[in-house]
């Protein structure tokens, strides 16, 4: 084995035992993850994103999910872990290219912050898959490849089309690379620009043209798209010093305070001691709030009505690279040093090291299966559920009742939040009497809801529902299984 082979495998030994640790049979559940499975289920039944069911999120992590069934029950987690293998490799060798004192270090970082239980939920996130690409995309950035344009236009159609403001992440990146190409004048702007939109167009077509061949078209822009900023972006929220406050104390609570502080003051003091590419690392430190974009503009954590702990994981691709623009361009030992990187480095990593040893080691004590042990499950085992005769209503942990009957849903509308987060949100009742149509038109048996956990912020909507389960459906006495009388 030769000596410059070590730390491709190093960094790839590390990045697979972490992806081990969410493998199918040790995953964490999530119900955003359950959903997205559905998703893939129900395209491979011929189903289309938007038009037959909804969801709000861009449509390739439904595609993602159909491809990871087709593969087998370890499907989506070979496609994940394989992608952050190579990503990682990519940037390890970006860290060799320009003489990293030890390149294993920030890729082995990468991974960590990525794979932190906390922050992750496991493997299948949305925000996992754009952190990846942002990271590749950096990469990229610095490459001498020709080509690189177009690359970078394919990644950032890719991010958008998996959850559309992480572009917001990107976006200093790109805007300092096409300054730069203006500023040095090496290539023609309008060349590079073609070469990022053939790139972008590359991925948008094949989308469009499915969704227009499928007649959905309407619904993949009215939901995708406009919802978000209509709705999802628009819940009143407690105000910007509320969000820094409630994103300080996630950050503490997490142990990131330590990485954060460290990456921004290294940048800090690289701008004062010497930096060869200040443009870029300031665009660098830029990145490092942007990182936070979804909190900004959703105010789920301030709020308080979701659990979206997983909006710090872009953490995982600005910070390594930030601190590897300081490792890379700085002129003074301060960080040139092998000694000062060495230490640094450890630094970063150490914390990780040791809250995934916890984790690990304390596995058995995490929840686990508790929706697939239910007795609401195990009530349905025997009950012969087929196709339109489950509905889940407002509970979408229990969309894991849809995937374990492999059957299709009676109504479009597999998530419910919304009747209880927006105060206009279904107005003259037109969006649940859908529902309660669908229903009854497929004479739906049984139906999972809890209405101790569900709240109708306009009171017809709850009326609507609940005199049309009073009407057709006892209560299974000890579950919250509804069955039609």
Not at 402 to 413: C, T
Request: charged share 15%.
């Amino acid at each position: 084995m030769k000596t410059r082979h070590i730390p491709f495998i190093v960094v790839g030994i590390v990045s697979l035992l972490l992806s081990v640790i969410y493998s199918p049979p040790l995953d964490i559940y999530f119900d955003d993850k359950e959903i997205f499975k559905y998703s893939g289920f129900l395209i491979g039944k011929g189903e289309v994103p938007y038009k037959d069911f909804f969801d709000h999120k861009p449509p390739l992590i439904f595609f993602i999910n159909y491809l990871g069934l087709l593969l087998g029950d370890w499907g989506l987690w070979i496609i994940d872990a394989v992608l952050v293998l190579l990503v990682s490799l990519r940037f390890l060798k970006l860290n060799i290219d320009y003489q990293i004192r030890y390149p294993v270090i920030l890729p082995i970082l990468f991974n960590f912050i990525l794979r932190h239980h906390v922050i992750s939920f496991g493997v299948g996130m949305t925000r996992e898959y754009t952190t990846i690409l942002i990271l590749l995309a950096c990469c990229v950035l610095l490459s001498t490849s020709r080509n690189k344009y177009y690359y970078l236009g394919i990644l950032t159609a890719l991010i958008f089309f998996m959850q559309q403001e992480q572009i917001i992440v990107l976006a200093p990146f790109l805007v300092y690379s096409f300054v730069m190409v203006v500023k040095k004048k090496k290539r023609k702007p309008l060349l590079v620009s073609s070469a990022f939109l053939l790139g972008s167009v590359a991925v948008t077509a094949p989308i469009l043209l499915y969704f227009l061949l499928n007649n959905a078209l309407p619904d993949f822009w009215s939901n995708a798209f406009v919802f978000n900023t209509q709705w999802y972006t628009t819940e009143e929220k407690p105000g910007l010093i509320r969000q820094l406050i409630t994103l300080k104390n996630y950050i503490y609570d997490l142990n990131f305070d330590v990485m954060i502080i460290m990456a921004l003051v290294m940048g800090g003091l690289a701008l004062f001691v010497g930096h060869e590419r200040k443009g870029l690392l300031i665009t660098a430190l830029v990145a490092i709030p942007l990182s936070f974009i979804s909190e900004f503009l959703s105010g789920k954590l301030s709020i308080g009505n979701a659990s979206c702990t997983y909006y710090l994981i872009p953490l995982a691709a600005t910070v390594p690279f930030l601190v590897f623009i300081v490792f890379a361009f700085t002129k003074q030992q301060l960080f040139k040093n092998r000694f000062h990187q060495l230490v640094y480095g450890l630094l970063l990593v150490a914390g990780f090291v040791m809250s995934t040893a916890m984790y690990v080691v304390n596995y058995n004590k995490y929840p686990r299966g508790g929706i697939a042990k239910s007795n609401e499950i195990k009530y349905l085992k025997d009950k012969n559920v087929q196709d339109y005769q489950l509905y889940v209503f407002n509970h979408s942990n229990f969309t894991y009742a849809y995937n374990r009957f492999q059957v299709l849903p009676p109504s479009k509308w597999l998530y419910h939040y919304f009747w209880g987060w927006y105060p206009n949100w279904d107005e003259n009742a037109q969006l649940i009497q859908s529902i309660t149509a669908n229903l009854r038109e497929h004479k739906t048996r049984y139906i999972i809801y809890d209405p101790q956990t569900t709240q109708f912020l306009r009171p017809q909507n709850g009326k609507v529902w609940h005199n049309f389960l009073d009407s057709g459906y006892r209560r299974v006495p000890g579950l919250i299984i509804w069955e039609s009388k």
